[in-house]
């Protein structure tokens, strides 16, 4: 097996549990409780991602073993590795939720990559522990999947996330009401190895601070800068807290820009699912644009009021960042740090839009005007049922000259609308060329960035529930298949046209395909 050695400087810097018993509970003055994963039946290695294997010194025979699946199974440990589960709060669709915590993560440890970064490596689904609450701590395959996957498609997308190292069936069944409805049925069980330098999210810093406990925020704000922001050690200590909350929120920001870019939906912004290093962290009823509907939400608990829209994730991360905001405020003697922070992510997130315009339409700089032509663009998508991956693919692809109404055929999803809406994209492909004529960008430089920034395949609902189906059945080959794809989002890929079609008749209203729950 890997050579790995195990840091424990999270459990030795921050108050643990005293308490070992594994029961659910309040745990407080403690950031972290000792947990062993509980055992499953039969692990069997269904997928792993060669980049994060590559990083930790796993070669394929240890892969290819049954030891590697017991041990991301949570069936056996490696020396050194001191398993655990954090504890935090958050706030949950706008509303205090008090203590949540891993309810089914487990960390196993950290350990040096070969690419000099920390890692810390930690198991979703493997068995209960202090918080989780009314939870068994178990995982089921589709969720699973769906997370493996999205992992690292969002990482060769360019976008900040945690990673995923290996994707293993326990061989038990997990009981899963999928949709809330009083029918619950018995799923497929699985376990993710997902990698990060870091699991904190604002819901630990919120718990602490709600509770009273200045002490014990201050002890882990100042662990987290000097393990996680090595870059301010040299700032002064009165300003030292202001600059890493400024820090956050500018991650924050461009992490959000990143998700606008891709046209990634998180569906569960809650603080508790916020990285305190600017990650994409958690993934559950992700979703991802089909046709152009800035109020799409693939959370069906999140139909009615759609908190987590797709347009609306700007304003949530700074909702969050407020709430964050207002944990650390006994750290400060006044406000004007953390509202120069919040005042960092509107100027950060500003910039970062107007990057993602000038990539997306192919321009050397987004002017003013720029804003109103992509708003106008998407306007016209919204209109006409339009692919939004489709449509700045096909804006990429095309020279300025042969772009025609004719040219968008295949990013339609419904035809009278298409229709309908014709003549005010002809009316914006006019200004567009005019623009262009305006641009000092050649057309091969213009090419170039443009694909850089208008991914051609992205991780479908579709296409991630047709894995799963197929996982389900007996067959998770093409899991690594989708993964294969998903490594080269911004490559032409011939044979595999077919994972950059826009969304299939038959998955427009089926489970999986359009909007999920937060069951997993």
């Known amino acids: 097996m890997a ?59 240890e892969i290819a073993s049954a030891e590697f699946a017991e041990l991301f199974a949570g069936n056996r440990l490696m ?40 890692w810390e490596l ?47 069936a326990t061989g038990e069944d997990v009981l899963r009401d999928m949709f809330y409805d009083g029918h619950p049925e018995f799923e497929p069980g699985a376990v993710v190895c997902r990698a990060a330098p870091s699991f904190l999210r604002f819901g630990h810093f919120e718990l602490p601070a709600a509770r009273g406990e200045t002490g014990l925020l201050r002890t882990l704000v100042d662990f987290t800068v000097d393990r996680h922001f090595p870059e301010l050690k040299t700032i002064s200590p009165e300003h030292r807290h202001g600059d890493w909350f400024a820090e956050v929120c500018r991650r924050t920001a461009r992490l959000v820009a990143g998700w606008m ?76 740090p953390l509202q120069a922070g919040l005042d960092v992510f509107v100027a950060t997130y500003a910039e970062a839009e107007r990057g993602n315009i000038a990539g997306k339409l192919g321009l050397a700089e987004c002017r003013d005007n720029d804003l109103v032509l992509m708003a106008d663009l998407q306007s016209w998508m919204h209109a006409a049922e339009a692919d939004m991956t489709i449509v700045f693919r096909t804006l990429s692809d095309i020279p ?15 035809a009278g609308k298409r229709d309908i809406a014709a003549e005010q994209l002809q009316a914006w492909l006019q200004r567009y060329r005019q623009r262009l004529a305006d641009d000092p960008l050649d057309a091969a430089t213009r090419r170039t960035r443009m694909r850089a920034a208008n991914p051609k395949y992205i991780l479908r609902n579709w296409l991630a529930q ?55």
């Open 3 to 61: 050579n790995l050695h195990f840091d424990e400087t999270f459990l030795r810097a921050l108050p643990g549990d005293p308490d070992r018993r594994n029961v659910v509970r309040e745990v407080r003055g403690a950031l972290w409780s000792e947990v062993m994963p509980t055992r499953v039946p039969a692990p069997s290695l269904l997928a792993y991602s060669r980049e994060m294997a590559a990083t930790l010194g796993f070669g394929d025979e």
């Open 466 to 520: 047709r894995a799963i189906e197929r996982a389900q059945q007996g067959d998770p080959s093409g899991i690594s298949e989708l993964l294969e794809v998903m490594r080269h989002p911004h490559d032409d890929q011939p044979g595999r046209e077919e994972f950059a079609g826009k969304r299939p008749v038959w998955a427009r209203n089926r489970a999986g395909c359009s909007m999920l729950s937060c069951s997993s």
């Open 400 to 414: 300025a000259d042969g772009l025609t109404v004719d040219a968008f055929g295949d990013a339609h999803y419904d």
């Open 261 to 336: 870019r891709a046209g990634f939906v998180h569906g569960v912004l809650n603080t508790d699912n916020m990285s305190i290093l600017g990650l994409t962290i958690d993934y559950g009823p992700y979703g991802w644009i089909d046709d152009y509907d800035p109020d799409f939400t693939p959370n069906t608990t999140d139909a009615q009021g759609r908190r987590y829209r797709f347009e609306w994730q700007p304003r949530v991360a700074y909702w969050n960042l407020a709430q964050l905001a207002r944990a650390l405020s006994p750290l400060f003697d006044d406000a004007a």
């Open 122 to 168: 930690q198991l979703k689904g493997a068995g209960k522990t202090p918080y989780s609450r009314h939870a068994d701590g178990r995982a089921v395959l589709r969720s699973s999947v769906r997370e493996f996957l999205c992992s690292e498609a969002m990482h060769h997308l360019g976008i900040p996330t945690t990673r995923a190292l290996s994707l293993v």
């Open 79 to 118: 020396d050194g590795m001191r398993p655990y589960a954090t504890n935090y709060g958050g706030h949950q669709f706008g509303q205090w939720a008090g203590q949540l915590g891993d309810g089914r993560a487990i960390t196993l440890g950290t350990v040096a990559g070969n690419d000099g970064q920390d």
